[in-house]
């Protein structure tokens, strides 16, 4: 009966403190872990080599595309933003945020896009297209060891209870939820792979099964198939507010780009 | 346009054996796979890839599809005269690629006597 009460008095209290109390963290701070330390000692080896990991070569052309002018401004990234290390410092780190002008809720690669459009008026750049996830990644390359840190209060709160609502909804014909494996069986096998946290913190990574750089978008798709569940429209509003609830909960885990995973 | 990285030594002596590194942009296409919409995407592996250096071929390789999609190579040589490492690769769809570096290697004069 203490119990309950106890319980009863903290559900009243986090619904009117907001996020600090009614979201617990399944995961506390001090054990959230970079899907690093699940990956094999060949992954780690691969991403720890600073020439052969393969998602340099989608580093370089991030480079390329940051200074190239494009469009019908005229304007290259590096024309108004300058040095990457400089102006988008930390930028990484606190995405996804809510657009002041829109409203919407933008990832990285939203507002890579906006720029191209509104800014450099040049043809649309894709979703995970090589020149997207390119410049994406070079951008929060520059994030590099920046705590997560994105802002989780005020305008964001509905998004990060709704990120939590799809985080914790079983789906699909296994009928799982993110939480299933990634809050309560991490660390244990799933056949034969180790189950991680489902960290967000090394994004757009360069993954061994896909051959390539993919978004945190393209990987949620991913589990969405692993559970056989239909995968949310590209682009769609609860795809940002699942990577906004990711952030929250990897809160203080260190951007870790150029990352590679099996 | 893909993507090309070469790593080599800084400096190396005259007659040392040189370690080459290649990391090369391409699918490496196996023809088994699908794209992000479903569709088959066709076989298109490199085809042959050689890497000439004072006007002689120090490594050439055909890749399978076997290989995994881009390929990193790693081999070795005896650096001879400064000069230029050409690497230049064709796929099966005829696209080619090329990547030139400098090798830079001090002359056999400028070591001390024995």
Redesign the interface.
Known sequence: MRRLLAGALLLALGLSWGLAAAQQRHISLEQVRSGLSYAGGDVRALQADEFANPAQLWLQRGEQRWSEPVGRAGKSCMDCHGAVKDSMRRVAARLPALDRQSGQLFILEDRIRQCRQRHQQGPELAFESDDLLSLSLYVSQASAGVPLQPAADGPALPHVLAGERLFMQRRGQLNLACTHCHDQNFGRRFYTDPLSQGQPNGYPVYRLEWQKVGSLERRLRSCFVGVRAEPLPWGSTQMRQLALYLGWRGQGLPVEVPAVRK | MS???L?LPPQVAHGQVVRA?L?I?H??DTGYLQD?AGKPVPRNVIADLTCEYGGRQVFRVEPSSGI???P?FEFFFRAGETGELRVSWVDERGAKGELRQLLRVQPPSSRPPA
């Open positions: 993507q090309a990285r790593q590194r990391l942009e699918p490496m992000l995994s999609g881009n990193f």
